[in-house]
C-alpha cells in the first residue's frame, strides 16, 4: 500500500510524456526554407523524383542505442534521375517494434509515413556518413504527395532560369544542398544524443531517488529542462542552417 502513490506518480508522468509527444506537431514550416512551399523548387533540388508505393516501415534501434525508420520504396517510374526499382528512405527517430515510448524520438519535420501510401517522392541521396550513400532523404520535408510540377506531365522536368548557365547553375545548387543536408544531418544527431543522455540521467536519478517522492519530481523536471533545450537548439541549428542554405541559393541565382 506505501507504494502505491510512487506508482501513480510514475504512470502519471508516462501519460504526460505521452501526450506531450503526440501533441507536438510533426511538422513545422517555420523551419523549412521558403522555397520549400513552391514544387518546382522542390523537383530541381531533389537527387530523384519518382512515382511508387511504399512497402515498409520499421523503426530500428541502432548499436548506438539511437532510433532510426528505414521506409522502403517500390518504384514504379522515375521522373528525375535514374536508380533500382526498390529504394529506402532513413529518417532519425520513430518507435521500434517492442512499443515502448521509451524508444520513440520525435525529430521536427520529418514526414510521415505508411505502409500502402502512393504517390510520387521528391528525395534527396545524401554522402553523408548517416545515410551511408545507399539511403534516400526527403527534400523539404515533403512525404508521399500527389503534388507534380506541370511540366514533368508532359514529360518535360521544369527548367532552369533562361539567365543561368545550366552547368554552373546545377553544381552551384548541388553544392548548396549538400552542404544543408549535412549541417541538417549534424543537427540531427547532436539532438539524438541530447535526447539520450536526458533519458541515460533521468534513469540514474529515478533510480537513486529510491522510491522517493521529492527525487522523483527532481529528475522529471530534470528530464523535461533538458528535453526543452535539446529541441530548441535543434530547431535553432535548423534555422542557422536553412538560412545558410538561402543565402547560397541567392547566390547561385545571380
Known sequence: MKNRPIQNLSVKFVVISLLLTYLIPLKSSAVLPADCQDINYVFKSA??????QVSQVQGKQEPDNSVNTYIDISVKKYLKGAGPQQITIKQSGGTISNGNPQSFVFVEDSPSFKVGQSGYLYLYKDDTEFYQKKYYTP????????LLPKDVTTG???QNPPSQNHSQYQTCTKAAVVAHNSSLGTARQNYNTAVKTARTDRTAAIKSAK???DGIKVASNAYKAAMTTAKSDYTTA????????????AVCKK
Not at 537527387?47 to 511508387?52: E, I, R
Not at 527534400?139 to 500527389?146: I, L
Open 47 to 52: 537527387t530523384v523524383v519518382v512515382s511508387g
Open 156 to 158: 518535360n522536368p521544369p
Open 139 to 146: 527534400v523539404c520535408g515533403y512525404g508521399v504527395t500527389q
Open 238 to 249: 535548423k534555422k542557422i542552417s536553412n538560412n545558410q542554405y538561402q543565402a547560397s541559393m
Open 211 to 213: 522510491g522517493n517522492k
